[in-house]
């Protein structure tokens, strides 16, 4: 896709709305079943070892609660920066993921050794108008994250009003500067598969660096299906455009299976090219203990217990 | 009238109040003391213990939150329904054990009794195991028995009701929860058990009961480090025990080794199983405060 056809397909609401809705249907029986049957695979031993190191390096370490203190966020930065202290050769994470106020604070505790991630425009509802969004992301910029989580207008979105969505995507982009931008869907609000598929393109177009499923306030969160046809929507479109955009499922992923079953889906739909912290990320808090857990086991031969791993 | 099919049963094992088929999906055949059929029995594996260490660790801060009054009116309730469901303990008692029906009805009484008993204690151990200390300052001083955690037990092999009632109770009567691998040939009374606990108000995870080989799912508890406490009672072979007890150094877990000679489970058991499951906690508080 050139950037004339860019153009074309977002001159109009109506225009992008053909487009959109021009999109194949996904089958949600076989989007279901691919997922399940994908789940299945079993990842043993060195390989199982490979994966868990590269699950917590694709980890953004996300602490997003309204008792949030700066406290908090730097245990967390430090925790971010080394996940076992107990063991060496255990990789840091990709990111912290913080509210935008505390992005100068996650900044200074992690320096530049990990990204800072700040979700903005009035996250999780998305509930606020253009400049108050605006104002929001370049703030959380100032304050020196470089990566931008925001969230789509899903009662726009769900209204049909496509090419105003797709504006803020834009706006908020350029307000982003340099910063990488990740674009929120809540696919739990979104109902159906056909709609992710829909909202995935309209980020893309818009410039999205990442797609991303939930902010992990609604359930359900991510989902094997979703991030499937997410993952999907991302390798269609770097055939059609040469591009790459990440992908990042969040809430709900808490145990190192669930994150190896994310890996093989990546894996087995985009290829080994996505099987990096730049591509794909794991948006959690609580995965990254279990994740630890289980590099444990591994590496001791016993199975361990969370006195071994921090209270979060 | 037609002959009925046979219902032939294979049993499941007991994690977290469900009743799952063993991880690995494998089982083995249990015969009577006869050397005949009886049923199929799940056979557990190291990620069945492991999930039900999870059940227990799950469990354990709740159970010992209720009051003690509680947890004794909950165990008096499981002797109840076991009194309920006498029949069915006596007849896999028989065949489980090849004993007379007299032998194997008072089994079922001392296992019911000695239930009853223990119930009597979870609100009397902090009584009888505690104290307040006197000491050389304006200071109360008191020390209390609390819970040691997640304890994993080998129940005896021979005794597979009175035993099993006879390791459980005095550990979970303390606040414990327990992963109990049941007599390796003569599982069927621990099934049994385990039918009543899940239909008790035991909740879930508080008691989880595997069945299969001790030897292969022990050494996997004594290293795991979230468990706290092993119980080695039904542990035959000198060498296996001695070397589980080396495991549970792994994070210091204590550790109550197999009875030297093999005990009589109808005697009165007094409060040492009961005490080798407490730690002691002592606080010092202000007078007049």
Redesign the interface.
Known sequence: MNVALVDGVTASNSALRRFLHGLPGVDQVGADSRAAMLSTRSIKASAKEQAIDLAISMVDLTTLEGMDTPGKVRAMCAKALRPDPSSAGVPHVAAVCVYGDMAGIAREAVGDVLHVAAVATAFPSGRASLNVKLQDTRDAVLAGADEIDMVIDRGAFLAGRYLEVFEEIVAVKEACGSAHLKVIFETGELRTYDNVRRASWLAMLAGADFIKTSTGKVSPAATLPVTLILLEAVRDWHRQTGSLVGVKPAGGIRTAKDAIRYLVLVNETCGPTWLTPDLFRFGASTLLNDLLLQRQRMAT????????VTID | MESRADIRKTYKLFIGGAFPRSESGRSYKVDDSKGAFLANAALASRKDA?DA?LAA?SAQPKWWDATAYNRGQILYRVAEMIEGRRGQFEDDVVSAEGVSRRKAASAVDAAIDRWVWYAGWADKIAQVLGSSNPVAGPYFNFSMPEPTGVVAAVAPQDSSLLGLVSVVAPIIVGGNTVIVVASQNRPLPAVTLAEVLATSDVPGGVVNILTGDYAEISP?LA?????NALDLTGVGDAGLAKQLAV?AA??VKRVLPPPRKAPDWFDDPGLDRIRAFVETTTVWHPIGV
Do not use: L, M
């Open positions: 031969g016993h199975y361990s217990g969370p006195d071994y | 492991r260490v660790r996997w290293s795991h480090a979230d468990v495991d792994v994070n």
